[in-house]
């Protein structure tokens, strides 16, 4: 057996108690986690150095359900917990009715999502069947699904558990405690994607609170991407039917337009949308640069980062955190529908040689 003293593995305690004297007492308290949040930063060399800037990753995949949901959901099913609620209920573009699922399912609460139908990657529907959750597949667009789900809460006993609920912010303003405590300080900039403008907001919430408290001296300039297509807060106007591969932030009318613009004014930060093609090419450099797979939405804000170094609003050796949202292997088809995979080789050696060698996969046989 091993003595107490030997069982040195301790895991991060999750964002409620590990983030306790900065969170709201009526949720801190309350005993949930799936120990998520304590994400690592991973210091990105090689597509830093091709941007010129000092660059590390806020790989929010790492997350129990695969995106940084679940710092908020955590918060949000805790406070529905510690309020007597039975059920829970959301709109998604995938990664809430995951997140939700899975913390409903831990807390015991019923579960109930409204999903815009044919829009939602298959890894996040499979993650929310099989936490239990009751699908509600409806022909529509995000934005007129969270006006059901809104309209649902406020006629039935269910908590909205989208952005909307304050407590969802609270939880997702500690990854920007993470993120000052791993350089100990702010970064220059902070770039992530945005869709309904919720996480935006709440990592500026985040670095205020800190800086409130005296743990960083100043905040850092926080630039929103958006999914061309999908870029509202770009063009100043909503947009009835939006449309990007990035299903993630698929979104004309984000519900946290003015916090998400208040956030990006009062940092001194920006707004800028890129295209589906851009997107795809910045996932796979990461991917090839750094070992680090992120969804489309999360790459979105890769490719903005790239854009504004290239055109030196970025200057060089800035420190800049780049937020990935959501794992990679949400969306595999986003993967699949675009590659071609090698025709299929009979399990012989010198077909296997030639099929690698083609690729150039195999540096030097020596054969
Ligand atoms: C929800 C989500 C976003 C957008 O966040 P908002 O708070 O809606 O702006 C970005 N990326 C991923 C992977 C998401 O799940």
């Given amino acids: 057996m091993l003595s107490a003293h030997e069982r040195v593995y301790r895991p991060w305690p999750g964002v409620l108690a590990g983030h306790r004297a900065y969170l709201l007492p009526e949720i801190s308290g309350v005993g949930l986690t799936l120990h998520e949040g304590g994400t690592p930063l991973v210091a990105a060399p090689r597509l830093g150095s091709r941007l010129?800037?000092?660059?590390?990753?806020?790989v929010e995949g790492q997350n129990p359900t695969g995106s940084f949901k679940d710092r908020g959901m955590v918060a949000a099913v805790a406070g529905a917990m510690a309020g007597g609620a039975r059920t829970v209920v959301c709109a998604s573009t995938g990664n809430?009715?995951?997140?939700?699922?899975?913390?409903?399912?831990?807390?015991g609460l019923k579960c109930l999502v409204i999903l815009p139908a044919g829009a939602v990657s298959a890894g996040k529907v499979a993650q929310?069947?099989?936490?239990?959750?009751?699908?509600?597949p409806v022909r529509c667009g995000f934005d007129r699904a969270l006006e059901l789900a809104r309209e649902l809460a406020a006629r039935t006993p269910a908590v909205l558990v989208n952005s909307l609920n304050p407590l969802r912010l609270e939880g997702q303003k500690t990854a920007a405690f993470e993120v000052a405590s791993a350089l100990g300080g702010a970064p220059d900039f902070l770039v992530l994607p945005v869709g309904n403008g919720g996480n935006i907001r709440a990592y500026w919430l985040g670095f205020q609170q800190y800086r409130r408290a005296g743990l960083i001296d100043r905040c850092?300039?926080?630039?929103?991407?958006?999914?061309l297509g999908a870029d509202p807060l770009v063009r100043g106007e909503p947009i009835a039917e939006p449309r990007t591969r990035a299903t993630a932030i698929c979104i004309g009318r984000p519900a946290g337009w003015n916090g998400a613009m208040d956030a990006i004014r009062e940092s001194g930060g920006t707004v800028l949308a890129v295209d589906d093609s851009q997107i795809f090419?910045?996932?796979?450099?990461?991917?090839?640069d750094e070992g680090?797979?992120?969804?489309?939405?999360?790459?979105?804000?890769?490719?903005?980062l790239a854009c504004l170094a290239e055109r030196g609003a970025v200057p060089c050796g800035s420190t800049v955190v780049l937020v990935l949202t959501g794992h990679g292997l949400k969306d595999p088809d986003a993967v699949l529908e675009r590659a071609?995979?090698?025709p299929v080789v009979e399990p012989e050696f010198p077909a296997i040689l030639a099929a690698a060698g083609d690729g150039g996969a195999v540096d030097d046989p020596g054969i």
């Fill in 96 to 107: 809430t009715a995951a997140s939700a699922a899975a913390y409903s399912a831990r807390a």
């Fill in 340 to 342: 071609c995979l090698p």
């Fill in 281 to 288: 090419a910045a996932r796979d450099l990461l991917a090839a």
């Fill in 128 to 136: 929310a069947l099989v936490y239990g959750a009751r699908l509600v």
């Fill in 220 to 227: 850092p300039r926080i630039i929103g991407v958006q999914a």
């Fill in 292 to 304: 680090v797979f992120a969804e489309p939405a999360s790459a979105a804000a890769a490719a903005g």
């Fill in 52 to 58: 010129g800037i000092d660059l590390h990753l806020k």
